[in-house]
Each structure stands twice: as structure tokens, then as C-alpha cells.
């Protein structure tokens, strides 16, 4: 260790190296993946906890209303169901991504990060890459649990791998709804109530019940919400029951479940940068 | 005010150098008012020395650590850390610098070893070396035995020491310390100014922001004050305390109604020095010559008059007299807009 007291500046005279270049940018935002992946390993019971919401919901829903559930078109009610789960199961993943930027942010570790030599890139990229691969985990234990269930793809196994490319394509881009709303809310507390918020926006949709089961203007509401279009777009794409009513956005739900995602990216990405960047203001 | 003596110019020979620096914040909503965090803030810190940065909440202590750290942008002057200028080269300063905020920026989720790995690996060292630089860290900051528990079991005293270990995985030329010791107990305390004398040793330079002037004195040997965005002394700690003068007395009125009487009791043994009167603790204080004569003669003054206090004493100047005496008002900032917890900009841009 350099112990040069009366002159530390000239201790260190090995030149930095190139931080701007897209490797160390890859190699940070791997850090920073690494890191959250970290967080998993020690206490893996927080995917469970995570997953207690959507598993309870399927079997409040599949055996408690299921027998009262009708899906229009015909076809199983737990069938429907199911894919329903997945994608609010992405969509409620915004919360982990909002939570843990507010976290860093109000402890400090966001001021951390931008004292060092990293990429800023890395703090956003590798917080969006470590959530993608636990939402992978996530639908993994979700559909063992709903194959336990008695769910069934039967699409085939490319139309399934779209399904579930669809799912994580809308996990991706709540992602920078999550880093925005994380840069945005004052502190942890206040994140958490998000979830009132949240919670109402993922059941107006084709979640558990089929829009066109509900009041006109609910179901229009309902059919155009981007968690709807994936949700159907799955079912379609999992050979499950899609009880479509018919509408131009249920029709095209597989096309929608690919806008709606890109849609969110091109307007919460450059917010969330904007706000990134307004911290040096 | 603060001219470096060697001129401008990036060989300064100061490891941190701030001339006439000011940082504007623009008020909320159309027609906010413009508010300067700093105004024309000027500082000049000697290598390997501990330099303390002394002021009141909202005083622009954070916001002109946060300037030099490059986690702010400022409007107008000249800011230079470790011979770099902070403006334009923001990236090779934070390679010679370590930043310890106001919490201690700590990840809760991971292990104290896993957190230093973490930054080494963010500070480029390779696995291999980060590894090595995490367990050297470890041994230095006497965490060692604790370094594969969670840091959310660490103590407040722990917690700061990992912190300020990962500033230092680099050993940086200028290490920046904004109030380490807010929220410590003593002993928490204790261990962080041993572990800041420790980096000293090894060469680096520290600014260190503090609401405490003991914790200057105990540290630094040198202090800025800084007020309302300007440093309005710069000397030793002690020289500091010589203008503030010696004990002051302290008196409690047991009643408000008492307040007057308190008060020229107090302003008797003052000796035409300045009485302060605070209506909403009841309480009076003044600066005295005679600590025992001016105590003796307060208490049995008051006594005499039949006032109850509910509290009568002596005690050593605080900053909050140091304050009194070079600004004419106290550590505590009144209604003017600049509340307490305002010097860290950091709520208003999360709120907004």
C-alpha cells in the first residue's frame, strides 16, 4: 500500500483506464447484475415470498371462485386463468425494480456509484438484467406450479417460447417504469404504496375475468391494458381458452403484446434517464 | 479571501481547491425563487491533512461536498480535486476520490466481504484483486471476524466502517467524509475518528463535514466555516475556539413569564457581552469571564428575586457560539426559507 504522506496525489501515477468504452460499460452493468443475483443467493426465500401473492391468487381464484368463473367461448376456467397469472405476475415485477432503486437511492448507494469511475449506464442496465433473469426464475416456478395445477400448453413448443418471450418482453419494459418511479418517490415507505395503485391497474384487465364480461366502458378499459394484450397473446400462443369479445385490441393481441411493451420502453426509458441525469442539477 | 498562495493553475499544490464556486438551485414551480446552495464558496485544503468543513444545516456544507465528488454540477468558479479539474475531468477525479455520504451506503443485502468485492469489482480491480483488496479492507477496519455476516446485522459503528472501507478501495488521494458521525452513539463515534486518523497516516486527504466542533477539533487541523454558501473563517480549531471565548452560562427560566428577569440577571454578570434569549426553551445564555463569580451570582440573584429556574449552569462553547459570534445568529437557521435538512438537496429532487 502507498503510505507517500506528504504528497498522495503523485503516489498514483498509473494512468486510469479508458472507463467510456461499451466493454467496461458490459462489464459494470455485470457487476451490477451480479450484485442483485447476489441478494437472491443469500436468501432465496425472497423469490417465494415474491411468488405468495400470484399462487395464492390462483388458488383463491381457481378452486374458491373457479367453480362460479364462466370464460365466454367455453373452456376451462383454471385454463384461462393461468396465463392470466404470468403476465400480472411481470407486471407487479415493476415493484421489485421501483423498491430497490428508491432503496439505493435514499441509503446513499446511488450517491456511491456516481462518486466511482463505473459507467452510469451500469446502475440501470444491471439492475434491468437481474431482474429479467429472476422473472425468468419466477415464471419457471409459476408454470411447474400451474402444470401441478393441471394447466396445459398445448400450442406447441415455439408458440410456448414466444408465450413466455412475450411475458418477459413486458417485464422488460416495466423495468424503466420501475427505475423511473424508484428515482421519483422520496423513500422506500412511499414506494410500497405503489402497490394501491398497482393492485386495481392489474385487475382491470383480462387477468381473471374476460372484458367482455364486464360493464361497456370497464371492458373497453380492461381490453386496452397492456397487461390484457400479453395476457391474451399467451393464452392464444399457449393453446389456452382466450374468451376474446371480439374487439380490434383482442384480435390483435399478439401484434399489441409486442407494441404496448416497445410503446412503455420508448417513453419511461428516456424519463428514467432524464431523471438519472437531473441528479447532477 | 482564500487565495491559494501558489496562484490557480492545475498544479495548485492543494488536494482540494474551490474559488468563488456557486451552485443555484431554482425554486419549485413557474416563478420559484432561485436559491444559491453556494455563493462564491471558496476552500483550500493541504495534502494529507484533515480539513474540516464546519456550518449549520443548510449552510451548503453537503452541497459543496457533493460539487467537488462530482455528483453536482455547478454554476460559476472553479473547483479542483487532486490537481483535477471537477468540471472537466469527472471521471478521472472519481478515480482518485472516495465519497462517505450521510448514510452509510451500505448494501444491506449482501455480506461486509461481499460488499467490498462488489466495489472493487466496480472499481475495475479484476475478481482476484478485489477479492485480495476486500479481505486487506477487512483486516484494516477491524471487521474481519464479522466480514461473512449480513451488513444489515452490523452495528451503526460497523456499518460506518464498511462504508468508509468501500471508499477506500483505491486508496484515493482525497477522501470526502459528509457528517460520518451523525446518528453514531459514542463509542460509533470513536471508532470512526479512529479509522479517519488511520487513512490520514496512510496519506490521504480528508474533508470532512461536521455539525460538531469537537469532532473538528479532535480531527482537523484546519477548519472552514461555512455560511449560508460562503466560508466566512478558515483557521485552526483552536484559533476558532479563541474567538469564541470562553464558558458560557446557561440559565432555564422555570416560568416564560421570568424571561426578563432572567435575562438581566444574566446580562449583570455578561459584562456588556451579548445575552441571548431563547422565549421558546426559556432559556438564557451568555458568555462570561469569571465562570464560579458569574454562576454565584446569578444563582443567588435570582434566589433573592424569588425566580424559579428550572435549569442553571456552565458550559464549554459549542459551534452553535462560534456561529453566534461570526455571524450574529446561531447554528440553527431560522425562517429564512433555508430549514433544517435543506443543505442536502436530495429530498427536494426525489419529491419533486
Redesign the interface.
Known sequence: MTTDAANPAAVRTAPVRDHGSVLWAVTDCWNITRRTLTHYQRHPSAVVWQLGFPILSVLLYGYVFGSAMKVPGGGDYREFLMPGMFAMTMAMGFMNTTVAVVTDAARGVVDRFRSMPMAPSAFASGRGAADLVVAAAELTILAVTALLMGWRAEGGVPAGLAAFGLLLLLRFSLIWVGVWLGMLVPTPEAAGGLYAVAFPVTMISSTFVAPSLMPGWLGTIAAWNPISSTATATRELFGNPVAGGGTWVEEHAVLMAVVWPLAITLVCLPLAVRRFQRLSR | MLMPETGSGAASGY?VLAEGVVKRYRGRGRGGTEKRALDGFDLAVR??TVHGLLGPNGAGKTTAV?VL?????YDAGRAEV??LDVAREP??V??????V???????????GR?NLE??G????LGNRRARQRAG?LLDRFDLAEAADK?AKEYSGGMRRRLDLA??MI??P?VLFLDEPTTGLDPRGRGEVWEAVRALV?????VLLTTQYLDEADKLASRVTVIDRGRAIADDTPDALKNRVGGDRIEVVAAEAGDLDAVTRAVDRVAGGGLVVTDATARRVHAQVADRVAALTEVARGLQDAGIAVEDIGLRRPSLDDVFLRLTGHGAVPGGDGRGAGNDDH??A???A
Do not use: C, K, N, W
Not at chain 2, 94 to 99: A, E, V
Not at chain 2, 201 to 205: D, E, I, K, L, V
Open positions: 488536494a495534502p494529507g457533493r465528488a462530482t455528483l453536482l454540477r487532486a490537481g471521471r478521472r472519481r478515480s482518485r476520490i472516495g465519497l455520504g450521510q448514510y452509510a451506503a451500505v448494501d444491506e443485502g449482501l455480506t461481499q462488489m466495489f469489482r466496480l472499481f475495475h486487506e449480513g468501500s471508499s483505491l486508496q488521494d497516516a496512510g496519506g490521504t486527504t436530495i429530498p429532487e426525489v419529491a
